[in-house]
């Protein structure tokens, strides 16, 4: 029977009952679900509300109900609808009107508002610890070849030789990116709704920061309708996660086309690669391109819940039961994502000369050519025509930018004496770079070891 079944005077069809269950997924909230429940009836004990034996006996019980669940020895059923439900009525079972007292001045709206930012508060920190490790994976791959070098791209063309690190920690700036929102969105997740009832609050004296306190919440909600209407955190949360998913997608893009054999740039480990069930040669970085499309998914969650809120009336509406599987479901597909990321990166071998050898078109040095006219006083768009001009008639001359003699050169470059002849080198052109935050192999060092000290990567 229902726990709120004193309204009704039949069962509930059971097509119904399988369309509203959600315990074959808010099941994984038990321990939160717990805890919220442990720390309202204290505080209802403290307020002299129920005795203290009762609260005592309600704790105790508790932790045999987790303890159950944790071993696999506890029943659902769809009839009791819900997490909640199943908790709450195996109190009553076992502890009888002791048990029923532990709903006192709760509303399971409340109290689902509170298990789902207990659970969130702590799957951010794991996914943000799991971010650091992934960064770590890429830090001490960029350590490891710090002086190969690669053609940079823009518009998916050969632009400018750069670092091969320098691409890499591009990845690691990403991804602290997106440590930094989660952590900024666990703050308006960190926030206490319990105590607001199912809309209203309640008449009995609680004392919601008693709960606060012993749940370790930094503050809590000042209005009860918005406390049990508002999934804005959830919204907040799988942007978060649908942006780090994008920086997934690009890195994985990357690593797609290095595999491939027109550009042939590294190698991916046989373990964290696929075969083809009709053609035998073929190694398929898999696990690149799902989590490419896997974004697309995450994408798909943040969506789901953002429709679902956007023409809710408050307060609460069912509809609000739908929040749990789309964040399950994003959190989920990170989790993997960043199971399988960094022993893949780790697992690259670097073909460092096939990457040389594209970085070495003397085209790519073409900026190091109207620079060195801009250090001659030349103005920068003058400089670029000319320069343009120069590249134009090689090609109409079938010959590469360093083929030319400085005669020819200076057909199109007035200004050119002999050393402009020697500004085709990749290597002196990333070295030339030493900017703050460019390619140059010191910054890149620095940047390096900058990451090295605050992931605190060890020797």
């Keep these: 029977m229902a726990l709120w079944s004193g309204r009704f005077s039949g069962d509930t069809n059971q097509d119904v009952a399988a369309f509203t269950e959600s ?3 808010d099941k994984r909230l038990y321990k939160y679900d717990i805890m919220g429940s442990k720390a309202h009836s204290a505080m209802l004990a403290e307020q002299g509300i129920i005795p203290a034996e009762t609260a005592v006996k309600i704790a105790d019980e508790l932790d045999q109900i987790e303890r159950r669940i944790d071993a696999g020895n506890f029943t659902f059923s769809m009839a009791l609808e819900d997490i909640h439900m199943h908790i ?4 009553i079972k076992v502890l009888g009107d002791e048990g029923a007292r532990v709903h006192t001045a709760r509303s399971r709206n409340d109290q689902v508002a509170l298990d789902i930012r207990l659970y969130l508060r702590d799957q951010v920190e794991i996914i943000a610890h799991a971010i650091r490790d992934f960064q770590q994976a890429i830090v001490q791959v960029a350590d490891c070849h ?12 050969h632009a400018q030789p750069v670092l091969w690190a320098h691409h890499l920690l591009a990845y690691v700036e990403m991804l602290q990116r997106d440590i930094d929102r989660l ?8 926030v206490m709704p319990l105590g607001s009832g199912a809309i209203a609050g309640t008449t009995l004296p609680i004392d919601r920061d008693f709960v606060r306190r012993r749940l370790c919440f930094e503050s809590m909600t000042r209005n009860s309708m918005d406390a049990v209407a508002d999934r804005d955190f959830i919204c907040e949360l799988l942007s978060d996660l649908a942006i780090f998913a994008m920086h997934v997608s690009r890195f994985s893009e990357d690593l797609i086309l290095w595999c491939s054999q ?3 740039f590294i190698e991916l480990g046989d373990a964290f690669c696929t075969g083809s069930s009709l053609m035998p040669q073929k190694k398929n970085p898999d696990i690149a391109e799902l989590s490419r499309g896997k974004t697309g998914r995450i994408y798909g969650d943040l969506m789901t819940i953002l ?3 956007k023409g809710l009336p408050l307060t609460y509406n069912r509809d609000l039961q739908e929040d749990k599987e789309p964040v399950f479901d994003a959190l989920d597909t990170v989790t993997m994502i960043l199971k399988v990321f960094p022993p893949m990166i780790a697992s690259i071998t670097v073909r460092k000369e096939r990457m040389a050898a ?5 085209a790519l040095m073409a900026t190091d050519v109207a620079e060195m006219l801009v250090r001659r006083g030349v103005p920068f768009r003058h400089a670029h025509h000319r320069v343009g001009a120069f590249v134009k008639w090689c090609k109409e001359h079938g010959k590469a930018l360093n083929e030319v003699t400085l005669d020819e050169m200076k057909q199109t470059i007035p200004e050119a004496d002999a050393e402009f002849l020697t500004l085709f080198s990749p290597q002196d052109s990333i070295a030339a770079r030493e ?8 910054q890149v060092r620095r940047q390096i070891d900058f990451w090295k000290k605050n992931l605190t990567i060890s020797e």
């Design 23 to 25: 315990i074959s997924f």
């Design 88 to 91: 709450e009525s195996e109190l």
């Design 358 to 362: 594209a970085a070495s078109d003397p």
């Design 183 to 190: 952590n900024d969105c666990r703050k308006r997740i960190n």
């Design 146 to 157: 710090a002086e190969v070098y690669l053609p940079g791209l823009t518009h998916l063309q």
């Design 307 to 309: 429709t679902i809120c």
């Design 262 to 264: 027109e550009f042939n």
């Design 435 to 442: 900017v703050f935050g460019a390619t140059g192999p010191q």
